[in-house]
């Protein structure tokens, strides 16, 4: 059994029929956590769609971490908040939103980011993109190794990203990855059957 967990970013579009897919995607197997990233809503919207979804997510016990928006992650009293590396500081996200949020930072490919956001209080770290990916372009392609290298040295987890399906992933894992992070491969088709996929590769390895 791996130590590796699955980490579910939203689609763009939150609507809709959305909330089902979500409670239907996170009762086929254990996620950890669930990232709600919408771009270009104000906040009073943006807060009324993460409403249902974080009550979905609550009732499972996944954590609700809402993408690159430190204002709205305290209004909705989200468990966190994930940074880019032009959103602010953890050490003013923490400030924020308390000793208990949940913060992560972007490192795309960089070992030097990765240590600067541990040094500053993140929870997590993020590399990536792995693979080419349709939810969000990136210039960044590390390789397995950067997680490798890591793992080795930090306490603090890594969270892989980009373009990571159920068929490309071992090797982040064997490297030694946290957590998956996924959207296209779970929401581009059956959800159910995706997050069933990724759970298969994730109890095999071990």
């Known amino acids: 059994m791996s130590d590796c967990q699955l980490y579910l970013i939203s689609p763009l579009d939150v609507g809709g029929n959305f909330p089902e897919r979500l409670a239907r995607a996170l009762d086929a197997a254990p996620v950890a956590a669930f990232q709600f990233r919408v771009k270009g809503l104000d906040q009073h919207e943006a807060a009324r769609l993460a409403e249902p979804l974080q009550a979905i997510c ?22 966190g908040v994930h940074l880019g590396q032009q959103d602010g500081s953890p050490q003013e996200a923490r400030e924020i939103l308390g000793r208990d949020a949940q913060i992560g930072v972007t490192s795309h490919a960089s070992r030097h980011l990765a240590m600067d956001a541990g ?19 990136s210039d960044h392609r590390p390789e397995p190794e950067i997680i490798e290298w890591w793992s080795k ?24 990855a946290d957590f998956l992070a996924v959207s296209g491969a779970v929401w581009d088709g059956d959800e159910v059957a995706a997050v069933r996929a990724f759970a298969e590769v994730l109890n095999a390895s071990g």
């Open 58 to 79: 609550a009732e499972r016990d996944v954590a609700f971490i809402v993408n690159d928006d430190v204002a709205l992650a305290k209004r909705i009293k989200a468990d």
């Open 119 to 137: 040094d500053a209080g993140a929870d997590y770290v993020a590399f990536g993109a792995f693979f080419p990916s349709q939810t969000k372009s």
């Open 153 to 176: 040295l930090f306490e603090i987890p890594c969270v892989a990203i980009g373009g990571i399906t159920p068929d490309n992933c071992q090797p982040l894992i064997d490297a030694g």
